[in-house]
């Protein structure tokens, strides 16, 4: 196997108590999900990942804490996402609209508007997401 050092980072949220939320829930098993809007891959100029890509997940203090693979990718509307999606990403919800909720508070706090360079940003149904699933296939360190 390809060491971590070799692995592109997988960053969740911002550094800091969100994050390392999520980073536990992916080493619970609880997080086998994640969304994120389409508009921050063209911010960047980034291209999907592709199935199969493995990624190093970082915690708040940047260190690589598992291996994860990537095990779908769908882009949809943000009006589409399902109920499945939503309690898969393990934060806890229970509906779509508590995940929703959750998820337009990240995305139109500043850091994220910050990052896309919009200090206007906002979300509605037909923003386009992109839903990734994924699989650890290796703990390096406990976080």
Known sequence: MTGP?????LLFAFPGP???QLVGAVLRGEKVSTSGLLAEYEAEREELPPVGERSALIDSDGRE????ELTGVRVLRLGDVGLQHALDEGEGHTSVAEWRA???RFWHG????????????????DTMIVAERFRVVERLQEG
């Open 5 to 9: 050092e070799h692995l592109k980072p």
């Open 18 to 20: 969100l994050r390392d």
């Open 65 to 68: 804490v598992a291996v994860v």
């Open 102 to 104: 959750g998820h337009e």
């Open 110 to 125: 500043d850091e994220m508007r910050e990052a896309l360079r919009n200090p206007e940003f906002t979300v509605d149904d």
